[in-house]
């Protein structure tokens, strides 16, 4: 098993961070928090953290919060 601790930033149930790449473009927003990054609580203090200085995406992620979290993953071979 797989156990990653941390936090996200999130609102309404949907965490932040990459929606879409294609190796030309980026696109960001709320997404499953399952497959979401998880970033390291000593340097996320607040939603804007996860982003740059003077990025446009400030406005939204001022809207969410930090949430600690952990996820974990297993592997079940065989399962039946």
Request: net charge negative; with cysteine.
């Amino acid at each position: 098993m797989k156990i990653e601790r941390g936090v996200m930033v999130m609102k309404g149930g949907k965490a932040w961070g990459v929606t879409y790449e294609d190796g030309h473009s980026t696109s960001y927003g709320w997404m499953d928090p399952e497959d979401a990054p998880i970033h390291d609580p000593k340097y996320c203090k607040k939603p804007t953290d996860v982003t740059w200085a003077a990025s446009y995406l400030i406005p939204e992620l001022s809207t969410g919060t930090v949430v600690p979290v952990e996820r974990r993953t297993e592997v079940i071979t065989n399962p039946g």
